[in-house]
């Protein structure tokens, strides 16, 4: 069955460093990717959107990367702020589901000053 | 801005009632999704739609229903409220023409007493 992987551990980072966050799947063939951020008692918020014929994607300090051969997309947070400081989903989509996403669990980031 | 509306923020209802979730989006979008959110388990797809009358069924549509009457509106119906479907109900939508990207509700937590 399909199954989407992301660190269940919480990640902390120290204000300024660069936070990497990672989203591995299995018996799946995406489409494309995406990443959302969700912050507590609130619903997600789309972040960026990479596709299967794309490496990298960046927005501002943000850096998505997407290797169909390992099956897994990394999530870079440059020059990390408290603001930053949320849980980040990664979402899998392909053209059998239609526009139906398949979402990771998450990943709890907290950035300290 | 996209906005995406959900009738209630907090609910409490007791087993066996019926419960209605209400949904608006404000864009004209096409499609319509309902999912709930629960710790461990992830954001999992209840039920979709792409039209109005239309809906397809998501990873877990048991217990529910859903009505999509008007383009702008997406009803998720609990038919007899059980206890193991108190959890936060999400809405989305997504837009022409960038239809795989997902403009979330702020939630509806639900407590079936």
């Known amino acids: 069955s399909q199954k989407i992987e992301q660190n269940s551990e919480a990640l902390n980072i120290q204000e300024g460093k660069t936070a990497t966050l990672t989203c591995n799947y299995t018996n799946y063939s995406p489409a494309y990717l995406q990443w959302y951020r969700q912050d507590p008692g609130r619903g997600p918020v789309f972040l960026l959107l990479?596709?299967?014929?794309?490496k990298e994607k960046r927005k501002e300090r943000l850096k998505v990367t997407f290797d169909t051969t390992l099956k897994q997309s990394l999530f870079h947070i440059t020059a990390s702020q408290p603001a930053d400081s949320a849980t980040y989903l990664c979402?899998?989509?392909?053209?059998?589901?239609?526009?139906?996403?398949?979402f990771g669990k998450g990943t709890s980031l907290l950035v300290t000053p | 801005d996209v906005k995406v509306t959900q009738s209630s923020r907090y609910l409490v209802k007791r087993t066996g009632e019926k419960v209605f979730l209400e949904c608006v989006q404000d864009m004209d979008h096409e499609n319509m999704f309902w999912y709930r959110q629960d710790p461990g388990l992830g954001l999992r797809l209840i039920y979709f739609?792409?039209?109005?009358?239309?809906?397809e069924k998501g990873d877990i549509p048991e217990g529910y229903s859903v009505s999509r009457e008007k383009k702008e509106r997406f009803s998720l119906i609990l038919e007899s409220a059980s206890t193991n479907q108190t959890s936060m109900y999400l809405c989305a939508s997504s837009p022409p023409p960038h239809q795989e990207t997902q403009y979330f509700g702020p939630g509806t937590r639900l407590l079936v007493l």
């Open positions: 990479i596709r299967e014929n794309e």
């Open positions: 739609s792409y039209d109005v009358k239309m809906k």
């Open positions: 979402a899998l989509g392909d053209s059998n589901s239609g526009y139906a996403l398949n």
